[in-house]
């Protein structure tokens, strides 16, 4: 059996995570980043906002040709609140307090364009932080890592060390849930686990 290398996906996003997870499962992407205002809309619901921005992301990505486009969006929740990446250390302080010595939602929307139309998915994943002391969220953040992460922590990478219990799906959290977005872009003809297209 010889291994089709061609991309067959365009990956709408800029996130070396969402990347590094389609590899994970086979598929290579071809990356077209796309920049979007990442602001709630004003009453806007936390699912029907990072499902708009993954379609926007995957419908703006699509322009670009191609037979399938990947887009997605990752946001934590607190208390119906919902936390983007963080701007600033003081930012990531306040989020960090928030999320401190207590469990809140990391929600990501997957959309996928391609011959079947535009398949969407939501998933919801629940993580518990342990207390983090000031001088410790100050040293996280020096480290660079909560920089470009929705809620300000990664729990991929140091920000490991804070996550007492998650229950969910650990590759949503990083920013692409693995099983739902397999069985999308399997509807969409889209091979994994690197086979050659049939
Ligand atoms: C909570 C959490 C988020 N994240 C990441 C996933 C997303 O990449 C990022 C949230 O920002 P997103 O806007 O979802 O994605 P992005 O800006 O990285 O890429 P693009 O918009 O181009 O697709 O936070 C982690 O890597 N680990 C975590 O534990």
Request: with cysteine; glycine share 10%; hydrophobic share 40%.
């Amino acid at each position: 059996m010889t291994l089709d290398p061609r991309p067959y996906l365009r990956l709408a996003s800029a996130s070396p995570r969402r990347r590094e997870l389609l590899a994970s499962i086979g598929v290579s992407v071809e990356v077209s980043p796309v920049d979007l205002d990442e602001t709630p809309l004003p009453g806007e619901a936390p699912r029907d906002h990072v499902l708009r921005l993954a379609r926007d992301k995957a419908l703006a990505g699509h322009a670009a040709g191609g037979p399938v486009t990947l887009g997605a969006d990752t946001v934590v929740v607190v208390e119906g609140r919902v936390l983007g990446k963080p701007r600033d250390a003081g930012h990531a302080r306040s989020m960090l307090q928030d999320l401190a010595g207590r469990s809140h939602e990391v929600m990501t929307g997957v959309a996928v364009q391609g011959p079947a139309g535009l398949l969407t998915r939501c998933v919801v994943s629940r993580v518990t932080l342990r207390d983090i002391p000031a001088a410790e969220m100050a040293d996280y953040w020096r480290t660079g890592e909560p920089h470009d992460k929705a809620g300000g922590y990664a729990i991929q990478g140091l920000g490991s060390v804070f996550v007492t219990h998650l229950e969910g799906s650990y590759s949503a959290v990083v920013g692409l849930p693995l099983c739902e977005t397999a069985e999308i872009l399997r509807r969409q003809g889209v091979p994994l686990w690197n086979l050659p297209v049939s």
